[in-house]
């Protein structure tokens, strides 16, 4: 799976945030990532992840108001935790204060304490993927500036005129996903596929294309690819780095407490593009790897290690 098929796309980086912390210490951060030359500015989307605490379109308006280029994208928003002329209206009104600044992020939800905790109806794959799909269609109706009426088998939409626009219509369009279904619907949905990690369902058991590996990585892209057909080659990639460090240490010492809560050796992660450790050279040398392997070519690092991964951004950005 080589980006050289079709010209490597050039290289962009992001941040994703979602722990709570002060909003000075937030803010400062934001600030710093955006000086540092990551382009992108994530929160994700759970209500019962540790780590995962901040709600993500409050975040990203506090961040727009403090930052001038970086660009606003939920890393994905739960699908079922919002009506879609909700969506339509929140990300159309951060797109429109933040100057153009937003794109959409999407996932079908995927972590069951998220729903079940709060009484939130946790239904199928299949059923929570439908309910996705409508929703791309009532936000992209009602980002239209006509009146849509939609009648879809989860939701619908009576003549509704939405309000207001977003500045960039159609709004930028990320959908997340790890299994063979989640992602053939993002390759023919999304300007942007992100290639979800998952978590062990026990110990050595994973969901299929949840595992962190570097072979489960060729299925899902395969996957993509086919979903994909002619479009492949317009779609952009992305994939999340989870842990590691440019370092001169032992990368297998880095990965070890990742490792650890994946179940998994640090040797396994070998080639995994949701790990990277190494020298600033081997790290540089794995991301291009990623994407003459894969096509990715978005690559998103924890907010905290901002500042551990700009000499990566650095050498790579827009290459």
Not at 248 to 253: K, S, V
Request: some cysteine; hydrophobic content about 45%.
């Amino acid at each position: 799976m080589s980006g050289s098929e079709w010209g490597p796309r050039p290289f962009r980086f992001g941040v994703a945030a979602g722990a709570a912390m002060p909003g000075a210490e937030l803010l400062s951060a934001a600030r710093l990532a955006e000086e540092l030359g990551y382009e992108v500015f994530s929160v994700s989307d759970h209500l019962n992840l540790p780590g995962s605490e901040l709600a993500p379109l409050v975040t990203l308006a506090a961040v727009a108001a403090v930052t001038e280029r970086i660009e606003l994208q939920p890393l994905v928003l739960a699908n079922d935790f919002r009506h879609p002329a909700l969506l339509a209206k929140e990300t159309a009104t951060l797109d429109l204060i933040s100057d153009g600044r937003c794109a959409i992020g999407l996932g079908a939800g995927w972590l069951g304490a998220d729903f079940q905790l709060p009484g939130i109806p946790f239904d199928t794959p299949t059923v929570r993927i439908a309910r996705l799909r409508e929703s791309v269609q009532v936000v992209r109706g009602l980002h239209s500036g006509e009146a849509f009426t939609f009648g879809g088998e989860h939701y619908r939409i009576d003549g509704m005129t939405g309000s207001p626009l977003p500045v960039r219509n159609p709004m930028p369009l990320m959908i997340g996903g790890a299994g063979r279904y989640m992602l053939s619907v993002a390759a023919r949905l999304a300007d942007t596929v992100s290639l979800n990690l998952g978590l062990p369902l026990s110990a050595g058991r994973w969901q299929t294309g949840a595992a962190p590996y570097a072979d489960v990585t060729d299925d899902k892209v395969g996957w993509v690819r086919e979903a994909a057909g002619e479009r492949f080659s317009q779609l952009e990639l992305q994939a999340t780095v989870f842990g590691g460090a440019v370092t001169d240490a032992d990368p297998q010492e880095v990965l070890a407490p990742l490792a650890t809560m994946l179940d998994v050796e640090p040797g396994q992660l070998q080639g995994c593009p949701h790990v990277l450790a190494g020298t600033l050279d081997e790290c540089v040398s794995s991301v291009q790897a990623w994407r003459e392997r894969w096509g990715i070519s978005y690559v998103t690092v924890p907010l905290a290690l901002a500042a551990t991964f700009a000499p990566v951004v650095d050498a790579l950005r827009g290459h």
